[in-house]
């Protein structure tokens, strides 16, 4: 059975519904376009890092394996520690950190991949030990103005195809500001023992590509961190600031985001440009359920779930039902939710007002109109089984 989601303070009150149900209204917002889906931005502030920090992992909830070193002899051990920062349902960031210990209980090295979150200020220390910080000096405002000292992650890509963030399958990806990290920026302006200083004709180059739950490619952008390439040298740049990537039109089945580098500057092992960015204020959209108007104030119309409010995904308020939790694993018309009235339920866009009641172990049929206590027909025993059981669904008190 799946876990009962934690209630928060926002089901102690019920969202005013500023619509009026007539088909009408329908009509007249599908024909003058209804207000804009709510909007979510994801930035790193929420993470809680301390000031001029790097936090390379492991994460929290992380799952830590065991192996051989698989660069030293056979007495050595890597211990992996594989999981996501994340502060809600919406989106995720992937981290991988390793430490090896060679021989066993000392610890020799460690590494990482993924998403790192950081607060680091430096702007002038040059070389790997400095590989967490953002060359602008602090993260992003939602204007994308320079934040000094605020919080941002960076990005240094897995070493095998894995994605680096993972997305809700109910929300739509808008896009996020991103910069170069101090590393990468000085390795181009200056040169060090590995990349070469940069000059005219070189480059370095971020793709950012989206993929469904099936790997599917469903959006891919080409992102310049550096330019050298015209003849001119007024024109020659390395972004030193943040600037806003447009994503919105990669595709709603978009599930996971990958990074990938390119340079001018390669050698016998690959791209001597360190490979890495800097990231912030991921902006997302909330999808509406299956054929769904937004119309107002956090309020939506579906014309087979009715009138919901989804200000607060994955939580929404539904008319009839009231708060529902709504799995992030579900989409748009094939949902599993979480009610006080019902626990954990099943229902679809074709099958609603049928809902599968997972505790019941039946199909249940919901009486629209009927409110507490709320209606169902069972499809098995042909008769009707009233809800709640002492419960009160208004404020979310469960017993």
Do not use: C
């Not at 920090?53 to 065991?66: L, Y």
């Not at 070389?127 to 060359?135: I, K, T, V």
């Amino acid at each position: 059975m799946l876990a009962e989601p934690e209630l928060s303070s926002l089901h102690r009150f019920k969202p005013d519904n500023p619509m009026h149900k007539t088909t009408t209204l329908f009509i007249a917002l599908s024909l003058l376009g209804a207000a804009s889906a709510p909007a979510l931005t994801q930035g790193f502030e929420a993470f809680g890092i301390a000031a001029d920090t790097f936090e390379e992992g492991p994460t929290p909830n992380a799952v830590v394996t065991e192996t051989t070193d698989p660069f030293g002899p056979d007495s050595g051990l890597q211990i992996t520690a594989n999981g996501i920062w994340h502060t809600g349902d919406a989106i995720g960031f992937r981290n991988i950190f390793n430490e090896v210990e060679n021989p066993v209980g000392t610890l020799s090295y460690t590494f990482w991949n993924g998403v790192g979150l950081s607060t680091l200020v430096d702007t002038t220390t040059e070389g790997f030990a400095n590989e967490g910080a953002a060359y602008t000096g602090g993260g992003a405002n939602f204007s994308g103005e320079i934040v000094p000292g605020g919080a941002y992650g960076i990005v240094f890509p897995f070493f095998e195809n894995t994605s680096e963030i993972a997305l809700s399958a109910y929300y739509s990806l808008q896009g996020m500001y991103i910069t170069n990290t101090t590393y990468a920026a000085l390795a181009m302006l200056n040169g060090n023992g590995v990349s070469r200083q940069f000059e005219q004709g070189d480059w370095f180059q971020m793709t950012i590509t989206g993929l469904d739950s099936d790997e599917n490619v469903t959006g891919q952008l080409f992102v310049f961190l550096a330019d050298y390439r015209s003849s001119n040298p007024d024109d020659h740049y390395i972004l030193d600031e943040w600037e806003w990537i447009d994503m919105s039109g990669f595709g709603e089945s978009t599930a996971n985001l990958r990074f990938s580098f390119y340079s001018s500057d390669v050698g016998e092992y690959g791209i001597n440009t360190p490979t890495y960015v800097a990231i912030d204020n991921v902006v997302l959209t909330a999808k509406a359920l299956a054929g769904a108007v937004p119309v107002a104030d956090g309020w939506s119309y579906s014309p087979w779930f009715g009138d919901y409010y989804d200000a607060n995904l994955p939580w929404v308020y539904q008319n009839d039902l009231g708060w529902l939790y709504l799995d992030p694993q579900s989409t748009p018309d094939d949902i599993t939710l979480y009610s006080n009235l019902l626990r954990w339920a099943y229902t679809t866009a074709e099958a609603y007002p049928w809902l599968y009641v997972m505790d019941e172990g039946a199909w249940l049929y919901y009486i629209k109109g009927t409110e507490n206590p709320w209606l169902f027909y069972d499809a098995d025993t042909k008769e009707i089984v009233e809800y709640p059981h002492d419960i009160d669904l208004e404020i979310g008190v469960a017993d």
